[in-house]
Nanobody, 124 residues
Framework: VQLQASGGGLVQAGGSLRLSCVAS????????MGWFRQAPGKEREFVSA????????YYADSVKGRFTISRDNVKNTVYVQMNSLKPEDTAVYYC??????????????????WGQGTLVTVSS
């Protein structure tokens, strides 16, 4: 499956952005999806995950209550709505897919496919 992330940009602290990730090449609803991020000089870290049908979601503590993950299996797209952004949210955000119809996954090694990343910069 090919993944194309978009929606990144420059935003002031306290602002909002919505990232999108469009999947192609396979049946999207056979895949659990996740978002990860990597800040300069840091390791890639988990942000959020969603099950194949959207019934289960999971968030990193650092974004819980501020970010919301969702998916539209008709549009083959997964989203993350990011509110109350902080400078520490600055990173390249990646979407990822794992062929699974059960569960949500927080480990990067659990995912089979990755998008190219979209840069989010939050200014103070």
């Amino acid at each position: 499956v090919q993944l194309q992330a978009s929606g990144g940009g420059l935003v002031q602290a306290g602002g909002s952005l919505r990232l999108s990730c469009v999947a192609s090449g396979r049946t999207f609803n056979n895949y659990a999806m996740g978002w990860f991020r990597q800040a300069p000089g840091k390791e890639r870290e988990f942000v959020s995950a969603i099950s194949w049908n959207g019934d289960s979601t999971y968030y990193a503590d650092s974004v819980k209550g501020r970010f919301t993950i969702s998916r539209d299996n008709v549009k083959n797209t997964v989203y993350v709505q990011m509110n109350s952004l902080k400078p520490e949210d600055t990173a390249v955000y990646y979407c990822a897919a794992r062929r699974s119809r059960s569960g949500v996954y927080a480990r990067a090694y659990s995912y089979d496919y990755w998008g190219q990343g979209t840069l989010v910069t939050v200014s103070s």
